[in-house]
């Protein structure tokens, strides 16, 4: 039998939380659950184990990235065959997890959710924000060889040779845990799909990422993208 863990990264998600729980055990109620608390200061936590999931509380905040590992490094260590990334705030519809799984069966070793793939409803992002994406998808494209149109999107199933290896590998910056993750997968020689999904209103709660942080964010990522496809190229002029 198959078994799948549902990682849930969360920064004081109370609010949001219980609603996202629930929906889970409605759609999705075979897979397991596991909610890691990334230092809140809320009660995160505590709502995420009286809704019956287990609650890994991180000391310090580490990111969305850094939290995303440690749930991997969970479902590596307790077995398990698969796992999906999911959103606390409500705003991945957890109908889009079986739709992810069934790319698995199909063959992929990564399924993302694409919130622009065809067949999705339309789906509004600030101008810049909207270009700095394309420019993003337009880079991985070079570097891969193949066509993604949502290089940033968290809503992510994993199959075990992929978790095997984001358990070590997954990048703990901002945006880096979407766009470098993707290419440590590519570069490894496993296959990732993209399947359409629905992006739906945060719940409750804020944001963690505002405009200028996201500017410079975007920015890092772009430099830390091209300095390690100079540094692969480099390897790969070296050897014999």
């Given at each position: 039998?198959?078994?799948?863990?549902?990682?849930?990264?969360?920064?004081?998600?109370?609010?949001?939380?219980?609603?996202?729980?629930?929906?889970?055990?409605?759609?999705?109620?075979?897979?397991?659950?596991?909610?890691?608390?990334?230092?809140?200061?809320?009660?995160?936590?505590?709502?995420?184990?009286?809704?019956?999931?287990?609650?890994?509380?991180?000391?310090?905040?580490?990111?969305?990235?850094?939290?995303?590992?440690?749930?991997?490094?969970?479902?590596?260590?307790?077995?398990?065959?698969?796992?999906?990334?999911?959103?606390?705030?409500?705003?991945?519809?957890?109908?889009?997890?079986?739709?992810?799984?069934?790319?698995?069966?199909?063959?992929?070793?990564?399924?993302?959710?694409?919130?622009?793939?065809?067949?999705?409803?339309?789906?509004?992002?600030?101008?810049?924000?909207?270009?700095?994406?394309?420019?993003?998808?337009?880079?991985?494209?070079?570097?891969?060889?193949?066509?993604?149109?949502?290089?940033?999107?968290?809503?992510?199933?994993?199959?075990?040779?992929?978790?095997?290896?984001?358990?070590?590998e997954y990048p703990v910056e901002y945006l880096a845990d979407t766009v470098e993750a993707l290419l440590i997968v590519r570069y490894a020689g496993l296959r990732v799909?993209?399947?359409?999904?629905?992006?739906?209103?945060?719940?409750?709660?804020?944001?963690?990422?505002?405009?200028?942080?996201?500017?410079?964010?975007?920015?890092?990522?772009l430099i830390g993208i091209l300095g390690s496809a100079s540094r692969r190229a480099r390897l790969r002029k070296d050897e014999p």
């Amino acid at each position: 039998m198959t078994r799948t863990l549902i990682v849930i990264p969360a920064l004081n998600e109370e609010e949001s939380l219980p609603a996202t729980l629930k929906e889970l055990r409605e759609v999705v109620d075979e897979h397991d659950v596991v909610v890691i608390d990334d230092g809140s200061t809320d009660a995160t936590a505590e709502v995420a184990r009286r809704a019956g999931a287990v609650s890994a509380q991180l000391p310090f905040t580490l990111g969305v990235g850094g939290a995303v590992r440690v749930g991997l490094h969970y479902a590596q260590l307790n077995g398990y065959d698969r796992a999906v990334v999911i959103d606390a705030d409500g705003q991945h519809d957890p109908a889009g997890v079986t739709a992810l799984l069934e790319a698995l069966d199909r063959g992929a070793d990564m399924a993302v959710g694409s919130r622009f793939a065809t067949g999705t409803a339309f789906y509004r992002v600030g101008r810049t924000r909207r270009q700095a994406m394309r420019l993003l998808a337009l880079i991985v494209r070079v570097l891969t060889g193949q066509g993604y149109s949502d290089v940033t999107s968290g809503f992510r199933a994993f199959d075990r040779p992929v978790i095997e290896l984001l358990a070590r590998e997954y990048p703990v910056e901002y945006l880096a845990d979407t766009v470098e993750a993707l290419l440590i997968v590519r570069y490894a020689g496993l296959r990732v799909d993209e399947v359409p999904i629905t992006m739906r209103p945060r719940a409750a709660g804020v944001p963690s990422t505002r405009s200028f942080k996201l500017v410079i964010n975007y920015l890092r990522l772009l430099i830390g993208i091209l300095g390690s496809a100079s540094r692969r190229a480099r390897l790969r002029k070296d050897e014999p």
